[in-house]
């Protein structure tokens, strides 16, 4: 019984002692700090528990990126493993600070940080530029410019990621290539990868980065005639349907272009005018939940032909016939006007038939160009009287 007693009693004074022990002068920090590169994008970095500290399940540390405060993550061994990308930050070093936190300390007394900076095998030098993949599924053919052509690189290529799946998947460019400034390489993968990290180095410097640029082939289109309509398919994207959204772009009789998208359908129904020259471009790209890949605008489809139809035969006829009546109705107001000038004034033959059709009283005066009769000169009718005739005379 008292032998119980007295142990317990041990122990708690142990566990008092040690907490006063963490009170006075905090937790130690850990020591030991150390960093191996599992490869030349995956960092191991390691240390050792702090000393008077009891094993195992609950201590803490908690590690500070310094670069990238978004990195904060408390572990609970004495190691964690991080890929880090030289061009993410134009930097080969990465500084952490890791904290002691054990439950056996007073909970808001944290040790003092321990400093890692963690460096690359080799320093790092931009040595391409405008890298780009096109994604021919599986495969991959992406090409760059190289900064310094006098260079010899190497290329590898791995899954992102710091599983031990993901570093056993690193291969070279086994297909190197050169077209015209540009340098390129198949990347063989099994499958298209989420995302695709890069490695290129020299002998002396490195480079780790991810694509910027990931492109797909356009939508290879296929224009079928199905009465009334044009029924277009083409193949879906590679992987998940639900990734791709499809932009088909057209102009029917060379009108202006219209863009409707397809929510991840592979076929598409226009009405077909079969007077008319159709234009079809197409254009694939992911939606917002997948990984960011997208192709160009292909190359014009040509379907059809613009023909002038019935219809437009007779508006041109119509148009015309209308355009001369005008012309005609013209020319007759301008003769009219400057008849003076163009032929003498002519009687009006209607006046004058008007005028002989009411010769029985009613003349109305009339005016303008009708026929009024020039007085002739004529001899006055002299009487003379002859002398015999004076009885006239005398009264
Ligand atoms: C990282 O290093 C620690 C300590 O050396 C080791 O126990 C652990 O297995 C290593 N992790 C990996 C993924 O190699
Ligand atoms: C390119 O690389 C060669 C060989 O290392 C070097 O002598 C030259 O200075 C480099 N040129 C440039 C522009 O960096």
């Known amino acids: 019984m008292t032998f119980t007693r007295e142990f317990f009693t041990f122990l708690s004074w142990t566990a008092i002692i040690?907490?006063?022990?963490c009170e006075a002068d905090r937790c130690p920090p850990p020591t030991g700090l150390t960093y191996e590169w599992l490869d030349e994008f995956t960092v191991n970095v390691s240390w050792k528990k702090p000393r008077g500290l009891p094993d195992d399940s609950d201590v803490k540390f908690r590690v500070e990126s310094i670069d990238d405060p978004s990195k904060l993550k408390c572990v609970s061994v004495g190691h964690f493993t991080e890929s880090f990308l030289t061009e993410k930050k134009h930097s080969d070093h990465w500084t952490y600070n890791i904290i002691n936190k054990s439950k056996y300390c007073n909970q808001s007394d944290e040790s003092l940080p321990a400093t890692i900076?963690?460096?690359?095998?080799?320093?790092?030098?931009?040595?391409?530029?405008?890298?780009?993949?096109?994604?021919?599924?599986?495969?991959?053919?992406?090409s760059w410019i190289p900064v310094n052509q006098s260079l010899n690189l190497t290329l590898s290529y791995r899954i992102c990621g710091h599983l031990e799946e993901d570093i056993k998947s690193i291969k070279k460019c086994d297909e190197p290539y050169v077209h015209g400034n540009r340098n390129g390489c198949y990347l063989n993968t099994s499958t298209v990868p989420e995302n695709i990290c890069i490695l290129v180095e020299t002998e002396a410097v490195m480079s780790t980065f991810t694509p910027n640029v990931l492109e797909v082939a356009p939508p290879k289109l296929n224009i079928t005639e199905e009465g009334d309509y044009l029924k277009l398919s083409w193949s879906p994207g590679y992987g998940n349907s639900h990734c791709w959204t499809y932009n088909i772009c057209y102009t029917e009789c060379d009108k202006f272009e219209i863009c409707p998208s397809t929510n991840g359908e592979t076929t598409m129904r226009v009405p077909y005018d079969k007077n008319c020259l159709y234009e079809f471009k197409s254009q694939v790209s992911?939606?917002?939940?997948?990984?960011?890949?997208?192709?160009?605008?292909?190359?014009?489809?040509?379907y059809g032909t613009n023909k002038l139809p019935d219809v437009t035969l007779y508006v041109v006829a119509s148009v015309i016939a209308v355009i001369l009546s005008i012309c005609f109705i013209l020319s007759c107001y301008c003769f009219r006007r400057h008849s003076a000038i163009i032929c003498p004034i002519i009687p009006d033959p209607s006046?004058?038939?008007?005028?002989?059709?009411?010769?029985?009283?009613?003349?109305?005066?009339?005016?303008?160009?009708?026929?009024?009769?020039?007085?002739?000169?004529?001899?006055?009718?002299?009487?003379?009287?002859?002398?015999?005739?004076?009885?006239q005379e005398n009264s």
């Open 351 to 391: 006046a004058i038939f008007k005028e002989m059709m009411m010769m029985n009283g009613n003349r109305e005066p009339t005016t303008g160009s009708l026929y009024t009769p020039v007085p002739e000169p004529f001899e006055p009718c002299r009487i003379t009287v002859p002398e015999n005739s004076s009885l």
């Open 286 to 302: 992911t939606t917002d939940k997948c990984p960011p890949r997208s192709s160009r605008m292909s190359d014009p489809v040509i």
């Open 117 to 142: 900076t963690i460096r690359t095998r080799k320093p790092r030098a931009e040595l391409v530029k405008d890298f780009r993949c096109f994604i021919y599924p599986p495969r991959m053919d992406c």
């Open 18 to 21: 040690m907490i006063l022990n």
